[in-house]
C-alpha cells in the first residue's frame, strides 16, 4: 500500500497514472478499478449525466466493499470502512457540484435524490461501524 491508499480516489483519475498501476510488479486491481470508475465519472460529468454517475458510484462502492470485505485480514484496521466513508463523501459532493435542479426529468430528478439519501445512509452505517468498532 502506497501513502494516500486507505482513501478512496473514485473520482480522482490523476490519483495514480495508469502506467505506474499496471508497471508496478504487482498489478494492483483496488487501484485500477477506482482508476477505471473515476475515468468513466470523468466521461459522463462531460456528458453532462451526475445522475449516471450517482447511480454507478453507488453500485461501484457496495461491489467494491464487498471485494475488500473479502481481504479485510491484509488491509489495515478499518479501511475498508474509511474507504467507503470517504468514496461516499467524495461522489455525494461531485455530483451535487454537477447537477442542476430541474435540468432533467421529474422521476430522474427523484431517483438522483433518492441515490444521494442512499449514499449518506451507507457513509452513515460505515460510520457508525467504524465507531463502534473503536470503542
Known amino acids: 500500500m502506497d501513502h494516500g491508499d486507505d482513501q478512496a480516489a473514485v473520482l480522482n483519475p490523476g490519483n495514480k497514472p495508469l502506467t505506474q498501476i499496471t508497471e508496478d510488479d504487482s498489478f494492483r486491481e483496488f487501484e485500477f478499478r477506482q482508476y477505471f470508475f473515476a475515468s468513466q465519472a470523468k466521461l459522463l460529468f462531460k456528458l453532462n449525466r451526475p ?10 462502492i457496495i461491489g467494491f466493499s464487498k471485494a475488500l470485505a473479502l481481504h ?3 488491509l489495515p484496521f478499518c479501511m475498508r470502512e474509511v474507504w467507503v466513508i470517504t468514496a461516499c463523501l467524495a461522489l455525494i459532493n ?5 447537477y442542476s435542479d430541474g435540468q432533467v426529468a421529474p422521476d430522474i430528478e427523484t431517483e438522483f435524490y433518492r441515490l444521494q439519501g442512499d449514499l449518506y445512509s451507507l457513509c452513515r452505517i460505515k460510520c457508525f461501524t467504524q465507531h463502534a468498532t473503536l470503542a
Open 72 to 74: 479485510e485480514s491484509m
Open 94 to 98: 461531485t455530483i451535487a457540484s454537477h
Open 51 to 60: 445522475f449516471e454517475v450517482a447511480s454507478r458510484g453507488y453500485s461501484f
